[in-house]
Protein backbone atom coordinates (compact mmCIF):
# COMPACT_ATOMS: atom_id res chain seq x y z
CA UNK A 1 0.00 0.00 0.00
CA UNK A 2 1.34 3.54 -1.25
CA UNK A 3 2.29 5.62 1.54
CA UNK A 4 1.00 9.04 2.27
CA UNK A 5 2.73 12.54 1.97
CA UNK A 6 0.85 15.91 2.68
CA UNK A 7 1.84 18.60 0.02
CA UNK A 8 1.00 21.98 2.29
CA UNK A 9 1.21 25.06 0.38
CA UNK A 10 -0.59 28.59 -0.38
CA UNK A 11 -1.64 28.00 -3.46
CA UNK A 12 -1.75 24.91 -6.54
CA UNK A 13 -2.93 24.92 -9.53
CA UNK A 14 -5.79 24.47 -11.12
CA UNK A 15 -7.11 26.19 -8.12
CA UNK A 16 -4.89 29.03 -7.11
CA UNK A 17 -1.88 29.83 -8.81
CA UNK A 18 0.14 33.28 -8.78
CA UNK A 19 3.24 31.61 -10.07
CA UNK A 20 5.61 29.00 -10.14
CA UNK A 21 4.86 27.55 -6.93
CA UNK A 22 1.52 26.69 -7.88
CA UNK A 23 2.35 25.12 -11.02
CA UNK A 24 4.65 22.55 -8.84
CA UNK A 25 2.40 22.03 -6.19
CA UNK A 26 -0.23 21.12 -9.42
CA UNK A 27 1.95 19.31 -10.94
CA UNK A 28 4.38 16.94 -8.89
CA UNK A 29 1.63 14.88 -6.69
CA UNK A 30 0.27 13.31 -9.63
CA UNK A 31 3.80 12.32 -11.07
CA UNK A 32 4.48 10.30 -7.68
CA UNK A 33 4.00 6.61 -8.67
CA UNK A 34 7.02 4.89 -6.72
CA UNK A 35 5.13 3.75 -3.23
CA UNK A 36 3.97 7.46 -2.54
CA UNK A 37 0.56 8.83 -3.05
CA UNK A 38 0.00 12.87 -2.62
CA UNK A 39 -2.55 14.66 -1.32
CA UNK A 40 -2.28 18.75 -1.13
CA UNK A 41 -3.88 20.94 1.67
CA UNK A 42 -4.09 24.63 0.27
CA UNK A 43 -6.00 27.94 1.70
CA UNK A 44 -10.22 28.18 0.30
CA UNK A 45 -9.93 31.45 -1.65
CA UNK A 46 -12.94 33.27 -2.77
CA UNK A 47 -12.77 32.58 -5.95
CA UNK A 48 -12.58 28.98 -5.66
CA UNK A 49 -15.93 27.72 -6.95
CA UNK A 50 -16.14 23.72 -7.24
CA UNK A 51 -18.97 21.80 -8.07
CA UNK A 52 -18.05 18.86 -6.39
CA UNK A 53 -16.69 20.75 -2.82
CA UNK A 54 -17.58 18.36 0.02
CA UNK A 55 -17.63 19.80 3.38
CA UNK A 56 -15.76 17.45 5.90
CA UNK A 57 -15.27 19.01 9.28
CA UNK A 58 -14.88 22.44 11.50
CA UNK A 59 -12.86 22.96 14.50
CA UNK A 60 -11.30 25.96 16.20
CA UNK A 61 -7.37 26.89 16.65
CA UNK A 62 -6.14 29.12 18.69
CA UNK A 63 -3.99 31.88 17.12
CA UNK A 64 -2.60 33.99 20.37
CA UNK A 65 -5.39 35.13 22.51
CA UNK A 66 -7.76 34.64 19.27
CA UNK A 67 -9.96 31.08 18.81
CA UNK A 68 -10.56 30.59 15.20
CA UNK A 69 -13.18 29.17 13.20
CA UNK A 70 -11.80 26.69 10.24
CA UNK A 71 -13.84 24.66 8.04
CA UNK A 72 -11.89 21.65 5.78
CA UNK A 73 -13.65 20.66 2.66
CA UNK A 74 -12.36 18.19 -0.15
CA UNK A 75 -12.15 18.02 -3.88
CA UNK A 76 -10.34 15.68 -6.14
CA UNK A 77 -8.32 16.54 -9.48
CA UNK A 78 -7.13 13.35 -11.41
CA UNK A 79 -7.09 11.30 -8.73
CA UNK A 80 -4.79 13.89 -6.36
CA UNK A 81 -7.03 14.59 -3.04
CA UNK A 82 -7.57 18.49 -2.13
CA UNK A 83 -8.16 19.74 1.27
CA UNK A 84 -8.90 23.39 0.97
CA UNK A 85 -8.83 25.46 4.80
CA UNK A 86 -11.70 27.36 4.99
CA UNK A 87 -11.89 31.00 6.79
CA UNK A 88 -13.68 33.74 4.87
CA UNK A 89 -12.27 36.52 7.15
CA UNK A 90 -8.67 35.33 5.74
CA UNK A 91 -9.07 33.94 2.57
CA UNK A 92 -12.67 35.71 1.09
CA UNK A 93 -10.07 38.42 -0.74
CA UNK A 94 -9.83 39.87 -4.43
CA UNK A 95 -5.96 38.60 -4.28
CA UNK A 96 -4.00 35.88 -3.23
CA UNK A 97 -1.29 37.81 -1.66
CA UNK A 98 -0.31 41.30 -0.50
CA UNK A 99 -2.76 42.44 1.93
CA UNK A 100 -1.18 43.80 5.58
CA UNK A 101 -2.32 40.77 7.92
CA UNK A 102 -0.81 38.52 5.59
CA UNK A 103 1.63 37.21 8.30
CA UNK A 104 -1.63 36.92 10.30
CA UNK A 105 -3.41 34.90 7.51
CA UNK A 106 -1.27 32.13 6.84
CA UNK A 107 0.09 31.77 10.77
CA UNK A 108 -4.11 31.02 10.66
CA UNK A 109 -3.49 28.37 7.83
CA UNK A 110 -0.39 26.97 9.57
CA UNK A 111 -2.19 26.29 12.66
CA UNK A 112 -5.13 25.02 11.00
CA UNK A 113 -3.03 22.20 9.22
CA UNK A 114 -1.52 21.40 11.89
CA UNK A 115 -4.34 20.69 13.68
CA UNK A 116 -5.88 18.86 10.97
CA UNK A 117 -2.71 16.61 10.75
CA UNK A 118 -3.13 16.16 14.37
CA UNK A 119 -6.64 14.45 13.80
CA UNK A 120 -5.65 12.21 11.54
CA UNK A 121 -2.31 10.60 13.06
CA UNK A 122 -2.05 7.57 10.75
CA UNK A 123 -3.42 9.59 7.56
CA UNK A 124 0.12 10.78 6.76
CA UNK A 125 4.00 9.47 6.74
CA UNK A 126 5.14 12.50 5.67
CA UNK A 127 4.48 16.23 5.24
CA UNK A 128 5.83 18.29 2.90
CA UNK A 129 6.20 21.89 3.17
CA UNK A 130 6.44 24.75 0.54
CA UNK A 131 7.95 28.38 1.10
CA UNK A 132 7.11 30.78 3.79
CA UNK A 133 3.62 31.17 4.18
CA UNK A 134 3.62 27.05 5.33
CA UNK A 135 7.30 27.29 7.45
CA UNK A 136 5.50 27.26 10.71
CA UNK A 137 3.71 24.35 9.97
CA UNK A 138 7.47 22.38 10.09
CA UNK A 139 7.54 24.12 13.50
CA UNK A 140 4.63 23.26 15.16
CA UNK A 141 4.52 19.52 13.90
CA UNK A 142 8.14 19.29 16.22
CA UNK A 143 6.99 21.16 18.89
CA UNK A 144 3.41 19.33 19.22
CA UNK A 145 5.56 16.28 18.86
CA UNK A 146 3.45 14.57 16.12
CA UNK A 147 4.77 11.16 14.75
CA UNK A 148 5.70 12.78 11.39
CA UNK A 149 8.80 13.65 9.59
CA UNK A 150 8.30 17.23 7.40
CA UNK A 151 10.66 17.83 4.69
CA UNK A 152 10.42 21.55 3.63
CA UNK A 153 10.81 23.23 0.14
CA UNK A 154 12.40 26.81 -0.45
CA UNK A 155 10.68 27.97 -3.69
CA UNK A 156 12.68 31.27 -3.87
CA UNK A 157 14.75 32.55 -0.79
CA UNK A 158 13.82 35.79 -0.98
CA UNK A 159 10.92 35.57 0.37
CA UNK A 160 10.74 34.35 4.04
CA UNK A 161 8.23 35.67 6.18
CA UNK A 162 10.20 38.30 8.63
CA UNK A 163 8.53 40.21 11.14
CA UNK A 164 9.14 41.68 14.84
CA UNK A 165 8.61 40.50 18.21
CA UNK A 166 5.05 41.55 18.34
CA UNK A 167 4.19 38.93 15.33
CA UNK A 168 5.79 35.72 17.76
CA UNK A 169 3.73 37.30 21.11
CA UNK A 170 0.51 38.21 19.58
CA UNK A 171 -0.26 35.90 17.01
CA UNK A 172 1.91 33.07 17.76
CA UNK A 173 1.64 32.53 22.02
CA UNK A 174 5.56 32.72 22.29
CA UNK A 175 7.18 34.92 25.06
CA UNK A 176 9.79 36.50 22.56
CA UNK A 177 11.38 34.60 19.78
CA UNK A 178 12.11 31.28 19.90
CA UNK A 179 15.53 30.57 18.78
CA UNK A 180 14.57 28.64 16.02
CA UNK A 181 12.62 31.47 14.58
CA UNK A 182 14.91 34.59 15.80
CA UNK A 183 17.39 35.59 12.81
CA UNK A 184 18.96 39.07 13.65
CA UNK A 185 16.62 40.12 16.01
CA UNK A 186 13.69 39.07 14.02
CA UNK A 187 11.13 36.58 13.48
CA UNK A 188 12.06 34.52 10.73
CA UNK A 189 9.60 31.94 9.65
CA UNK A 190 11.91 30.22 6.84
CA UNK A 191 14.48 30.18 9.13
CA UNK A 192 12.72 28.02 11.47
CA UNK A 193 11.49 25.55 8.76
CA UNK A 194 15.15 25.28 7.68
CA UNK A 195 16.53 24.28 11.19
CA UNK A 196 13.78 22.26 12.12
CA UNK A 197 12.61 20.15 9.15
CA UNK A 198 13.99 16.93 8.85
CA UNK A 199 15.42 17.64 5.13
CA UNK A 200 15.26 20.94 2.88
CA UNK A 201 15.06 20.77 -0.93
CA UNK A 202 15.12 23.56 -3.21
CA UNK A 203 14.09 23.63 -7.31
CA UNK A 204 17.64 22.76 -8.51
CA UNK A 205 21.26 21.72 -7.67
CA UNK A 206 22.61 24.87 -9.24
CA UNK A 207 20.73 27.29 -7.33
CA UNK A 208 21.17 24.87 -4.31
CA UNK A 209 24.74 25.22 -4.55
CA UNK A 210 24.59 29.75 -5.12
CA UNK A 211 22.11 30.32 -2.20
CA UNK A 212 25.33 29.02 0.05
CA UNK A 213 26.88 32.40 -0.51
CA UNK A 214 26.39 35.84 0.27
CA UNK A 215 25.42 36.98 -3.09
CA UNK A 216 22.36 34.56 -4.00
CA UNK A 217 21.83 33.90 0.34
CA UNK A 218 19.60 36.63 0.71
CA UNK A 219 21.33 36.64 4.68
CA UNK A 220 20.64 33.25 5.39
CA UNK A 221 23.67 31.40 3.88
CA UNK A 222 24.88 30.97 7.04
CA UNK A 223 21.73 28.78 8.13
CA UNK A 224 22.22 27.01 5.22
CA UNK A 225 25.87 26.24 5.60
CA UNK A 226 24.94 24.65 8.75
CA UNK A 227 22.25 22.75 7.97
CA UNK A 228 24.54 21.38 4.14
CA UNK A 229 23.92 17.61 5.62
CA UNK A 230 20.44 17.84 5.28
CA UNK A 231 19.93 19.86 2.08
CA UNK A 232 19.57 19.19 -1.48
CA UNK A 233 18.49 20.72 -4.81
CA UNK A 234 15.95 18.93 -7.24
CA UNK A 235 15.45 20.32 -10.54
CA UNK A 236 11.27 21.32 -11.14
CA UNK A 237 9.96 19.10 -13.91
CA UNK A 238 7.58 20.47 -16.68
CA UNK A 239 3.63 18.74 -16.89
CA UNK A 240 4.23 17.63 -20.33
CA UNK A 241 0.31 16.71 -20.49
CA UNK A 242 -0.43 20.54 -19.83
CA UNK A 243 2.48 21.73 -22.02
CA UNK A 244 2.23 19.64 -25.16
CA UNK A 245 2.02 22.26 -28.98
CA UNK A 246 0.43 18.85 -30.43
CA UNK A 247 -2.72 19.17 -28.42
CA UNK A 248 -2.35 22.90 -26.83
CA UNK A 249 -6.11 24.82 -27.31
CA UNK A 250 -4.68 28.12 -27.34
CA UNK A 251 -2.60 27.92 -30.43
CA UNK A 252 -3.98 27.90 -33.80
CA UNK A 253 -1.62 25.10 -35.84
CA UNK A 254 -0.45 21.81 -34.10
CA UNK A 255 2.91 20.61 -34.68
CA UNK A 256 5.74 18.30 -32.83
CA UNK A 257 9.13 19.19 -34.54
CA UNK A 258 7.10 20.60 -38.17
CA UNK A 259 9.12 24.25 -38.77
CA UNK A 260 6.08 24.70 -41.65
CA UNK A 261 3.36 24.59 -38.86
CA UNK A 262 5.83 26.73 -36.12
CA UNK A 263 5.98 28.86 -39.24
CA UNK A 264 2.47 29.19 -39.34
CA UNK A 265 1.83 30.30 -35.65
CA UNK A 266 4.50 32.92 -35.99
CA UNK A 267 2.74 34.63 -38.67
CA UNK A 268 -0.33 34.46 -36.60
CA UNK A 269 1.16 35.89 -33.95
CA UNK A 270 2.55 38.85 -36.16
CA UNK A 271 -0.68 39.31 -37.21
CA UNK A 272 -2.47 39.59 -33.54
CA UNK A 273 0.36 42.11 -32.54
CA UNK A 274 0.08 44.03 -35.08
CA UNK A 275 4.09 43.20 -36.12
CA UNK A 276 5.19 43.35 -39.71
CA UNK A 277 4.77 39.80 -42.00
CA UNK A 278 8.60 39.38 -42.52
CA UNK A 279 10.93 36.93 -42.01
CA UNK A 280 12.96 37.94 -39.17
CA UNK A 281 13.89 36.03 -36.17
CA UNK A 282 10.91 36.84 -33.45
CA UNK A 283 12.41 36.57 -29.47
CA UNK A 284 9.72 36.22 -26.89
CA UNK A 285 9.89 37.33 -23.11
CA UNK A 286 7.12 35.79 -20.85
CA UNK A 287 8.01 37.23 -17.34
CA UNK A 288 7.36 39.49 -14.90
CA UNK A 289 8.90 42.98 -15.43
CA UNK A 290 11.20 43.24 -12.45
CA UNK A 291 14.99 43.27 -12.07
CA UNK A 292 15.18 39.76 -10.89
CA UNK A 293 14.33 38.27 -14.29
CA UNK A 294 17.16 40.90 -16.25
CA UNK A 295 14.96 43.78 -17.15
CA UNK A 296 17.66 46.00 -16.09
CA UNK A 297 20.25 44.45 -18.64
CA UNK A 298 17.32 44.44 -21.50
CA UNK A 299 16.75 47.42 -21.44
CA UNK A 300 19.98 49.05 -21.17
CA UNK A 301 20.77 47.26 -24.94
CA UNK A 302 17.18 47.79 -26.57
CA UNK A 303 17.71 49.83 -29.29
CA UNK A 304 20.92 47.29 -30.05
CA UNK A 305 18.68 44.33 -30.19
CA UNK A 306 16.55 45.67 -32.49
CA UNK A 307 19.12 46.92 -34.63
CA UNK A 308 20.16 43.05 -34.53
CA UNK A 309 17.12 42.95 -37.32
CA UNK A 310 14.98 41.07 -35.51
CA UNK A 311 11.30 41.61 -34.13
CA UNK A 312 10.72 41.06 -30.37
CA UNK A 313 7.63 40.55 -28.14
CA UNK A 314 7.21 41.15 -24.25
CA UNK A 315 4.49 39.82 -22.17
CA UNK A 316 3.83 40.51 -18.22
CA UNK A 317 3.33 43.02 -15.92
CA UNK A 318 5.75 44.69 -13.00
CA UNK A 319 7.57 47.68 -12.05
CA UNK A 320 6.12 50.77 -13.21
CA UNK A 321 9.08 52.84 -15.21
CA UNK A 322 9.92 49.20 -16.30
CA UNK A 323 6.48 49.33 -18.18
CA UNK A 324 6.80 52.75 -19.15
CA UNK A 325 10.49 52.91 -21.00
CA UNK A 326 8.87 49.05 -22.73
CA UNK A 327 5.68 50.93 -24.32
CA UNK A 328 8.10 54.09 -25.06
CA UNK A 329 9.96 51.52 -27.37
CA UNK A 330 6.76 49.69 -28.61
CA UNK A 331 5.64 53.07 -29.86
CA UNK A 332 9.10 53.99 -31.64
CA UNK A 333 9.10 50.54 -33.26
CA UNK A 334 5.67 49.21 -33.68
CA UNK A 335 5.96 46.91 -36.10
CA UNK A 336 9.20 45.12 -34.94
CA UNK A 337 8.51 45.71 -30.76
CA UNK A 338 5.56 44.99 -29.17
CA UNK A 339 4.50 45.17 -25.21
CA UNK A 340 1.75 43.85 -23.68
CA UNK A 341 1.45 44.48 -20.31
CA UNK A 342 -0.66 42.16 -18.95
CA UNK A 343 -0.87 38.25 -17.63
CA UNK A 344 -2.28 36.49 -20.35
CA UNK A 345 -1.88 32.46 -20.55
CA UNK A 346 -3.43 31.58 -23.42
CA UNK A 347 -1.19 34.53 -25.43
CA UNK A 348 2.00 33.31 -22.92
CA UNK A 349 0.73 30.00 -24.88
CA UNK A 350 0.94 31.59 -28.60
CA UNK A 351 4.33 33.40 -27.92
CA UNK A 352 5.91 29.70 -26.89
CA UNK A 353 4.12 28.43 -29.71
CA UNK A 354 5.04 31.34 -32.59
CA UNK A 355 8.48 32.79 -31.27
CA UNK A 356 11.78 31.18 -32.49
CA UNK A 357 13.80 32.47 -28.93
CA UNK A 358 12.87 33.13 -25.68
CA UNK A 359 15.41 35.49 -23.66
CA UNK A 360 15.72 34.59 -19.91
CA UNK A 361 18.67 36.90 -18.59
CA UNK A 362 17.39 36.59 -15.33
CA UNK A 363 20.05 37.41 -12.46
CA UNK A 364 19.10 34.62 -10.88
CA UNK A 365 16.47 31.96 -11.20
CA UNK A 366 15.78 29.45 -8.88
CA UNK A 367 14.93 26.80 -11.39
CA UNK A 368 12.92 28.33 -14.02
CA UNK A 369 9.45 27.43 -16.14
CA UNK A 370 9.58 29.06 -18.98
CA UNK A 371 12.32 27.90 -20.63
CA UNK A 372 11.10 23.95 -20.16
CA UNK A 373 7.82 25.42 -21.61
CA UNK A 374 10.00 27.21 -24.99
CA UNK A 375 11.63 24.32 -25.38
CA UNK A 376 8.80 22.09 -25.41
CA UNK A 377 7.39 24.01 -28.01
CA UNK A 378 10.28 24.39 -30.35
CA UNK A 379 11.65 27.49 -28.87
CA UNK A 380 15.04 28.00 -28.17
CA UNK A 381 15.71 29.50 -24.85
CA UNK A 382 18.55 32.31 -24.34
CA UNK A 383 19.31 32.12 -21.03
CA UNK A 384 22.44 33.69 -18.30
CA UNK A 385 24.02 30.53 -16.63
CA UNK A 386 22.28 30.47 -12.90
CA UNK A 387 20.06 28.57 -11.07
CA UNK A 388 17.71 25.98 -12.56
CA UNK A 389 18.37 27.67 -16.05
CA UNK A 390 22.19 26.73 -16.01
CA UNK A 391 21.21 23.21 -14.84
CA UNK A 392 18.37 23.21 -17.98
CA UNK A 393 20.40 25.28 -20.81
CA UNK A 394 23.60 23.64 -22.75
CA UNK A 395 25.59 26.34 -25.13
CA UNK A 396 25.05 25.95 -28.74
CA UNK A 397 28.03 24.16 -29.99
CA UNK A 398 27.58 22.37 -33.41
CA UNK A 399 29.75 19.90 -32.63
CA UNK A 400 27.86 18.41 -29.26
CA UNK A 401 24.69 16.64 -29.33
CA UNK A 402 23.83 17.65 -25.84
CA UNK A 403 23.32 21.36 -26.77
CA UNK A 404 19.97 22.99 -26.41
CA UNK A 405 20.06 27.03 -26.32
CA UNK A 406 22.36 30.00 -26.03
CA UNK A 407 24.01 30.62 -22.69
CA UNK A 408 26.00 33.47 -21.59
CA UNK A 409 28.08 34.49 -18.28
CA UNK A 410 28.22 37.52 -16.93
CA UNK A 411 25.09 39.66 -15.63
CA UNK A 412 25.66 42.48 -18.21
CA UNK A 413 23.54 43.81 -21.23
CA UNK A 414 26.71 43.21 -23.68
CA UNK A 415 27.47 39.87 -22.81
CA UNK A 416 23.55 39.29 -22.98
CA UNK A 417 23.53 40.87 -26.64
CA UNK A 418 26.63 39.10 -27.66
CA UNK A 419 24.53 35.79 -26.85
CA UNK A 420 21.42 37.00 -28.96
CA UNK A 421 23.76 37.78 -31.56
CA UNK A 422 25.05 34.18 -31.75
CA UNK A 423 21.64 32.92 -31.87
CA UNK A 424 20.34 35.15 -34.91
CA UNK A 425 23.33 33.79 -36.46
CA UNK A 426 22.65 29.94 -35.74
CA UNK A 427 18.78 30.36 -37.12
CA UNK A 428 20.29 31.72 -40.53
CA UNK A 429 21.34 28.27 -41.44
CA UNK A 430 17.89 26.46 -41.17
CA UNK A 431 19.26 22.57 -41.06
CA UNK A 432 21.08 22.89 -38.25
CA UNK A 433 18.28 25.46 -36.32
CA UNK A 434 15.70 22.42 -36.68
CA UNK A 435 18.26 20.01 -35.65
CA UNK A 436 18.82 22.52 -32.47
CA UNK A 437 14.83 22.70 -32.30
CA UNK A 438 14.30 18.83 -32.12
CA UNK A 439 17.58 18.22 -30.00
CA UNK A 440 16.02 21.02 -27.31
CA UNK A 441 12.29 19.63 -27.50
CA UNK A 442 13.58 16.55 -26.56
CA UNK A 443 15.94 17.55 -23.56
CA UNK A 444 12.95 18.60 -21.61
CA UNK A 445 12.67 17.30 -18.25
CA UNK A 446 9.50 15.66 -17.47
CA UNK A 447 7.48 15.68 -13.59
CA UNK A 448 8.05 12.13 -13.17
CA UNK A 449 11.81 12.46 -13.20
CA UNK A 450 11.34 14.87 -10.40
CA UNK A 451 9.24 12.43 -8.82
CA UNK A 452 11.88 10.06 -8.56
CA UNK A 453 14.04 11.76 -6.93
CA UNK A 454 11.37 13.12 -4.53
CA UNK A 455 10.42 9.75 -3.92
CA UNK A 456 13.99 8.38 -2.81
CA UNK A 457 14.25 11.40 -0.52
CA UNK A 458 11.10 10.75 1.24
CA UNK A 459 11.71 7.24 1.45
CA UNK A 460 15.37 7.47 2.50
CA UNK A 461 14.06 10.56 5.73
CA UNK A 462 11.14 8.33 6.38
CA UNK A 463 13.98 5.19 7.53
CA UNK A 464 15.96 7.72 9.08
CA UNK A 465 13.13 9.01 11.41
CA UNK A 466 11.83 5.40 12.13
CA UNK A 467 15.42 4.34 13.56
Known amino acids: MAKQVLFVASEATPYAKSGGLGDVIGALPHA????????????KYAHIQIENLEFVMDF???????RQYVGVYRAEDRGVVYWFIDNEYYFRREQLYG?????????FFSAAVVEWIRRN????????????????????????????????????????????????????GYEGIPNELEFNGDLNLMKGALVTADYVTTVSPSYAKEIMGEIYGEGLE??????????????????????????DPSIQFHYRYSSQKKEKNKRFLQEELGLA???????????????????????????????????????????????????KTSREYPKRFRVIIDFDESLAQRIYAGADMILMPSRFEPCGLTQMIAMRYGTIPIVRATGGL?????????????????????YNGFAMLEAVKRAVRAFQNPESWQSLVQRSGKSVRSWED??????????????????
Open 277 to 327: QAELPLIGFVSRLVEQKGLDLIVSVIHELINLDLQFVVLGTGEQHYEELLM
Open 32 to 43: LHNGWKAEIIMP
Open 450 to 467: SAKEYEKIYDRVREEYIE
Open 121 to 172: PERYQMVHCHDWQSAWVVQLIKEKQLPVPVIYTIHNLRYQGRYGIDVAEDLM
Open 99 to 107: YFDEAERYL
Open 222 to 247: PILQLIQSKFGGVLNGLDLKKFDPMT
Open 60 to 66: EVMLGWR
Open 390 to 410: QDTVCDYNRTDKKTNGFVFER
